[in-house]
């Protein structure tokens, strides 16, 4: 499975974007998918993640983006969005998508070790 994610820019404090995030390569509504992002000098963080299980989908959000971002997919198009609003400075960072070909709960959504494939990153930055 490839990954390709897009979307990133620079936009204004208050503003938005939306990521996209396109899997390649037999992937499908049966992964676990995640967003992660990377600032420089720090650790890679959970974002936003998206499960689907007999039918129905269920989304996680860390703390700092609850509220403002939501994770969505298109299984038509094996496509991940992370519609991103009321952006902050410190959003700023190297977004990545993830995925890993099974349900996950959702302690382990959270985690980079819990996924098997990479995107290579889109850049968001935000000026305030």
């Known amino acids: 499975v490839q990954l390709q994610a897009s979307g990133g820019g620079l936009v204004q404090a208050g503003g938005s974007l939306r990521l996209s995030c396109t899997a390649s390569g037999r992937a499908s509504s049966g992964y676990s998918m995640g967003w992660f992002r990377q600032a420089p000098g720090k650790e890679r963080d959970f974002v936003a993640a998206i499960r689907s299980s007999g039918g129905s989908t269920s989304t996680s959000y860390a703390g700092p983006v609850k509220g403002r971002f939501s994770v969505s997919r298109d299984n038509a198009k094996d496509t991940v969005y992370l519609q991103m609003n009321s952006l902050k400075p410190e959003d700023t960072a190297v977004y990545y998508c993830?995925?890993?070909?099974?349900?996950?709960?959702?302690?382990?959504?959270?985690?980079?070790?819990?996924?098997?494939?990479w995107g290579q990153g889109t850049l968001v930055t935000v000026s305030s």
């Open positions: 993830a995925a890993v070909p099974k349900y996950l709960i959702t302690s382990m959504l959270w985690s980079t070790q819990s996924y098997d494939y």
